[in-house]
T-cell receptor, first 113, second 110 residues
Framework: DAGITQSPRHKVTETGTPVTLRCHQTENHRYMYWYRQDPGHGLRLIHYSYGVKDTDKGEVSDGYSVSRSKTEDFLLTLESATSSQTSVYFC????????????FGDGTRLSIL | QQQVKQSPQSLIVQKGGISIINCAYENTAFDYFPWYQQFPGKGPALLIAIRPDVSEKKEGRFTISFNKSAKQFSLHIMDSQPGDSATYFCAAINTDKLIFGTGTRLQVFP
């Protein structure tokens, strides 16, 4: 498996609380991505990064923010979690631009009550 | 708005049979079409990928067929095995963004 670690792997929290998910890579890949996976929707891109401090929005970015201060770390923050953000979140990395293979972490299961 | 449509949602195949999953797209700017395999509790893993200048790509028991004029592509799994039971996602690249289909849950019975 590509060197991708997501933390935490599971989290239960309450509506209105802030939540931060972390993705750490040891591959020195330039691109990093955050997806959410929901039944009937497949995986949908939330945000992605193409370098340190360089990020862009994906398909479902509302309610989420990201930060990348180091090549190896990409953080996803839910400023005020809502029940609609209950999902499984996946981080992915790719060596270069988006048409290179993306390698995924094993996900974070987030439940917001 | 689903830019990549995948069917069927679920598929049951006998061991040794052929599994076929179909995808269709609208955006002619897509230039890379990967397939991912996902087992429960794990992240998707790249299985095989194709670019639109090729009509077919084969890797072992897995083959992608690509029809550029029809804007369709499909995954064929020959001699399907119980270990192939997983969820399969087609995808397409739009600039730097990967757009996924909704997934097909494949079950292969002995």
């Amino acid at each position: 498996d590509a060197g991708i670690t997501q933390s935490p792997r599971h989290k239960v929290t309450e509506t209105g609380t802030p939540v931060t998910l972390r993705c750490h890579q040891t591959e020195n890949h330039r691109y990093m991505y955050w997806y959410r996976q929901d039944p009937g929707h497949g995986l949908r891109l939330i945000h992605y990064s193409y370098g340190v401090k360089d990020t862009d929005k994906g398909e479902v970015s509302d309610g989420y923010s990201v930060s990348r201060s180091k090549t190896e770390d990409f953080l996803l923050t839910l400023e005020s979690a809502t029940s609609s953000q209950t999902s499984v979140y996946f981080c992915a990395i790719s060596l270069d631009r988006g048409d290179q293979p993306q390698h995924f972490g094993d996900g974070t299961r987030l439940s917001i009550l | 708005q689903q830019q990549v449509k995948q069917s069927p949602q679920s598929l049951i195949v006998q061991k040794g049979g052929i599994s076929i999953i179909n995808c269709a797209y609208e955006n002619t700017a897509f230039d890379y079409f990967p397939w991912y395999q996902q087992f429960p509790g794990k992240g998707p893993a790249l299985l095989i990928a194709i670019r639109p200048d090729v009509s077919e790509k084969k890797e072992g028991r897995f083959t992608i067929s690509f029809n550029k004029s029809a804007k369709q592509f499909s995954l064929h799994i020959m001699d399907s095995q119980p270990g192939d039971s997983a969820t399969y996602f087609c995808a397409a690249i739009n600039t730097d963004k990967l757009i996924f289909g909704t997934g097909t849950r494949l079950q292969v019975f002995p």
